[in-house]
């Protein structure tokens, strides 16, 4: 084995805006056209290499990266001069970025036959190529920026996201919905919280800090609701940042497994309106402050710990993982749904065919799309039921990655925190930073969230179930293991 | 009706050797590492009052609350005595305050089984409830026109120490290298809210806080030595960021199966600590004065000088556990193990009488014996159970404005507590739990799985009763909301 080469870093930041409006933003069932741009959308590159293997991180503000988006991306990348398949993408979840997914995306369960009425609205395609060209070009540009430098990582902690499920006294989960009227039966918060924040900063040969990696396991969906094209909390916290590290800085940021989780109480809701008034703060303004608060207090005492030369080794893999097991009674119960989304849909489209000028009214399309999606997202269960008969297995690509005394794995899914902590209580790293939504979702619930079924954890959302969930976290862990007990030098 | 506040400090650090509560050995104490508080606010507004006083102990027997107000009485006819509720923060490096009593059970039910010489628990509780009515005589003298505000906000504090491995059985900690193969999940949820109030003379100068939050005192649990614990270093970092009068009054919030310490990612934290030169009592004051300090600045703006003050007081019949004949037999197993442990123990003892010079020498012993009396108070309870299936429980609800505060005796589990927070009408609820002798009322799904603490041997209160608890604050807290 030959001695690992000093480490060498580049980092690149791209805009990928979309610049055809009205894109249609993706994250909610309805659909939404943008209704102007808030704050831009960042791609952020952070090339590593050492002589002996290599990591490109690449951060998008996106909701997911559909495999569509990654292979364009790499295939742009083909002949750069590196390994493209060592790029690790991953989405920030903003629900407040343009769709992304065409009709080919198998991860985007709820739209495949796109929005059930007509909508003049920028091509996703379109946007699709220009998002991996500029992807590209970023990777690029991070890999051709390389220089020798240092690296030291630290842990702090906010809390930021929270667990979004809860169990009644039925036993029966929900996905938000807490709220005076169904206080009464209000048994338990379903899983657990995560407030760790990893965190790795970069520094060139100087000893001069270049750029931060934050890692948090909290979804960038403070705005889901909105209609104008924003990257969340994450362009305030890029802010802020800067605004106390200097303008310069580079920061990619991470979601840990969160597939259970908000960034918003589902209790409490009130207290925590009521601070931000009085702090005169909004949503993302606050997570901006709690993360640079994190920083600063991490920062200045990791900066004595810079390493050059350290162990990097990456993996890449794609496992075949086994789909959710679906049955004719999921597909029943799913077909019956789909059914009376079907019913509204096409009430709703009467409606807007006996009243045209109702097509004038803002959002007028939101009721339609919404009903029409749904319909979909229930009647998806069926396609993939037959479908699992020739491909009873999802393709799922995975990257393990050692640096040093600390690990990065991705997975493509939101990916429920049980199996998040699971890798991190196994782990042989000092800190796992886990990056979900390396791919197109969506989420694979952990065995006691089926149990209490819900959205995010019944057959309709889940392109695999548990079994996979766990598949995923040993790989994670055995491949790991291997890494640490492997010395290159 | 203007508020009136006053606020006063006790010490109340053994001057003798004690008996330090809260383990499983006996520990007899070897030193003061730092002091003892009993800090203790009242609040007045028209005829209704509150006088809320916190103790650095381990929880509050039911014979120091009624020496405190029994000595009250004697030094105030003014103060309504049983609107004094008293709370622990939980220290375990502080005096045994239960008297041993075999109707009462637990580890200190029977004593130690070895003579010590320490001060008695009796003395110290006169020594203590002395210490403590005086300086509730003092509040309550010194209290004046004043204003109240509250805020909240968030820091990881108390951690979840259950989980829950693949076949569905549960620990409290016990997570290592070895069994982390079998890890599947934290068992519970947690609980980072901190609630606090913010208290001002008349002319709007900070004069104190309640801090409020899911986290016991109990970073350094295994000390042979008297001590506050972390509110020992919290109280300096807060006093030395605002205020060195400041008077600092802690409450815990529904933790029974939270502690300060991580079961998982212990390395990290760690090395966080020692980058940072912080022990992990410097490191949980940091974070507690930094929650403070996101929230205080905010408060001024929203001082109320006449908030709504209503005290309820209500003792409530909660169900006790239904222990079993399989119970009692496994429970006397385990008695029968112990005894002979402990017999083999004072045997030693006996026949080398040197060892007593040991430092230490009694740990052995006490251990066996303790851990004899808790398995012996299962046998006890299931007599007791034949005759009377309940036990009493006293809460205090109390609203300020659109807060509210409620108690419970216990260790009251986390979900308990989400429970009563998500149907409370109020806009922020302070749950005190502690305030009375404990122990664990355990979660449902925690005692699907078992384990310490959520287990019948460790429970007076099952589900059951904390459910019942949980349904009587709420309608406590409803009744004040609607008045």
Redesign the interface.
């Known amino acids: 084995m030959s001695t690992p080469t000093p480490l060498l870093i580049g980092w690149s930041e791209g805009d990928i805006t979309p610049v055809v409006l009205p894109a249609f933003i993706a994250g909610q069932f309805h659909m939404r056209l943008s209704e102007g741009v808030d704050d831009p959308l960042k791609v952020t590159a952070l090339a590593m290499e050492n002589g002996e293997d290599q990591v490109i991180f690449a951060a998008c503000d996106l909701v997911v990266i559909p495999d569509e988006l990654r292979d364009a991306v790499r295939a742009l990348l083909a002949t750069a001069g590196f390994d493209a398949n060592k790029i690790v993408f991953n989405a920030t979840h903003t629900h407040t970025g343009p769709e992304i997914r065409v009709r080919t995306t198998k991860s985007d369960l709820s739209q495949p036959d796109g929005s059930g009425i007509h909508l003049e609205g920028a091509s996703i395609q379109d946007y699709l190529d220009y998002a991996a060209q500029t992807i590209a070009d970023t990777i690029a540009q991070a890999w051709a920026a390389r220089q020798p430098g240092s690296v030291a990582y630290?842990?702090?902690?906010?809390?930021l996201a929270r667990?979004r499920r809860w169990f009644n006294t039925e036993n029966k989960a929900t996905m938000y919905g807490?709220h005076?009227g169904t206080?009464?039966v209000?048994?338990?918060?379903e899983?657990?919280?995560d407030?760790?924040v990893n965190l790795l900063a970069t520094y060139d040969q100087a000893g001069a800090l270049t750029g931060l990696l934050v890692n948090v396991p909290c979804p960038s969906q403070v705005r889901e609701m909105e209609y104008v094209i924003s990257a969340d909390y994450w362009h305030d916290t890029r802010q802020m940042l800067r605004a106390r590290w200097g303008e310069n800085l580079f920061i990619l940021p991470q979601c840990s497994a969160a597939g259970d989780q908000a960034p918003r109480p589902i209790?409490?809701r009130?207290?925590?309106q009521?601070?931000q008034r009085?702090?005169g703060e909004n949503g993302c303004q606050e997570i901006a402050r709690l993360i640079a608060?994190v920083v600063e207090?991490?920062l200045p005492?990791?900066e004595?710990?810079k390493q050059s030369v350290l162990e990097l080794q990456h993996q890449v893999t794609t496992l075949e993982l086994p789909a959710i097991p679906l049955n004719e009674q999921h597909v029943a119960q799913a077909l019956e749904e789909a059914q009376n989304w079907r019913k509204l849909y096409e009430e709703e489209v009467h409606r807007l065919e006996a009243s045209p000028e109702l097509k004038k009214e803002p959002r007028w399309y939101v009721p339609v799309t919404k009903a029409f999606r749904r319909m979909n997202w229930y009647a998806n269960v069926e396609t993939r039921f037959h479908e699992q008969v020739n491909s009873p297995t999802v393709a799922t690509e995975i990257h393990v990655v050692r640096l040093g005394d600390i690990a990065f794995a991705s997975v493509p899914f939101e990916y429920y925190l049980?199996f998040g902590?699971?890798i991190?209580?196994?782990s042989p790293a000092?800190?796992t930073f886990l990056v979900q939504l390396s791919g197109g979702g969506t989420y694979v619930p952990?065995?006691?969230s089926v149990a209490g079924g819900g959205y995010g954890s019944i057959p309709a959302s889940n392109p695999i179930g548990p079994d996979g969930g766990n598949e995923m976290a040993h790989y994670i862990v055995d491949t790991l293991r291997e890494q640490f007990e492997r010395q290159t030098s | 009706m203007s508020l009136q506040i006053g606020w006063a400090q006790a010490d109340i650090t053994p001057e003798k050797p004690v008996l330090i509560a809260g383990n499983f050995p006996a520990r007899l104490s070897e030193g003061v590492r730092d002091p003892l508080y009993a800090v203790v606010l009242v609040l007045q507004s028209g005829d209704e009052q509150v006088v809320m006083v916190c103790c650095d102990v381990v929880s509050i027997s039911d014979d120091l609350r009624d020496a405190v107000r029994s000595k009250v009485r004697n030094l105030n006819a003014e103060i309504q005595v049983e609107k004094i509720v008293i709370n622990a923060t939980h220290s375990h490096t502080a005096p045994e305050i239960r008297v041993s009593n075999p109707q009462v059970g637990g580890m200190a039910g029977w004593g130690n089984g070895v003579e010590l010489g320490e001060m008695s628990v009796e003395e110290y509780l006169d020594f203590a409830s002395t210490r403590i009515a005086e300086a509730v005589n003092q509040a309550w003298e010194s209290r004046a026109n004043g204003g109240v505000a509250y805020?909240?906000?968030?820091?990881?504090l108390g951690r979840?120490r259950r989980w829950v491995d693949q076949d569905g059985v549960a620990r409290m900690y016990g997570?290592n290298a070895e069994t982390?193969?079998r890890?599947?999940?934290?068992e519970?949820?947690?609980d980072?809210?901190v609630n606090l109030l913010a208290t001002y003379d008349a002319e709007d100068n900070l004069t104190g806080i309640i801090f409020n939050a899911p986290m016991t005192a109990q970073e350094d649990g295994g000390l042979f030595v008297i001590s506050a614990d972390l509110w020992c270093e919290a109280r300096q970092e807060l006093r030395r960021r605002f205020g060195e009068n400041l008077f600092v009054m802690t409450q815990v919030s529904a933790a029974g199966e939270l502690t300060p310490k991580l079961i998982?990612?212990g390395?990290?934290?760690n090395?966080?600590q020692e980058?940072?030169g912080r022990t992990g009592r410097q490191e949980m004051a940091t974070r507690i004065a930094?929650a403070v300090e996101d929230?205080l600045p905010?408060?001024p703006?929203?001082i109320e000088k006449d908030p709504l003050l209503k005290h309820v007081t209500a003792t409530v019949e909660l169900p006790v556990n239904a222990l079993t004949q399989q119970d009692v037999e496994a429970a006397q197993l385990e008695v029968d193990k112990l005894q002979a442990l402990y017999d083999e123990e004072m045997r030693k003892l006996e026949e080398d009488p040197a060892l007593k010079e040991n430092p230490r020498w009694y740990v052995p012993a006490t251990a066996a014996f303790r851990r004899r009396n808790w398995q012996l108070g299962v046998v006890t309870r299931y007599e007791q159970y034949q005759q009377t299936k309940t036990q009493s429980a006293d809460l205090h609800v109390i609203r300020l404005g659109d807060i509210v505060f409620a108690t419970n005796p216990f260790e009251y589990y986390l979900?308990f507590g989400?429970?009563v927070?998500?149907?409370s009408?109020f806009?922020?609820t302070f749950l005190v739990e502690l305030a009375g002798p404990g122990t664990y009322v355990p979660?449902?799904?925690s005692t699907q799985g078992g384990g310490y603490g959520s287990v019948p041997a460790s429970n007076r209160i099952g589900p059951e009763g904390g459910q019942v608890l949980a349904d009587e604050t709420v309608r406590l807290i409803r009744t004040l909301w609607a008045d």
Do not use: C, T
């Open positions: 630290g842990q702090g902690d906010a809390v667990n807490l005076a206080a009464d209000f048994s338990h918060v899983g657990y919280e407030h760790s209790f409490e009130e207290a925590n009521r601070m009085l702090r608060d207090r991490v005492v990791i004595s710990e049980d902590i699971r991190k209580v196994k000092l800190q952990s065995e006691r | 805020g909240l906000g968030y820091a990881v979840n997570l982390a193969e890890f599947a999940h934290v519970g949820f947690e980072h809210s998982y990612e390395p990290a934290n090395r966080m980058l940072k930094n929230i905010y408060l703006q929203a979900d989400i429970q927070k998500v149907r009408p806009i922020q979660s449902l799904r």
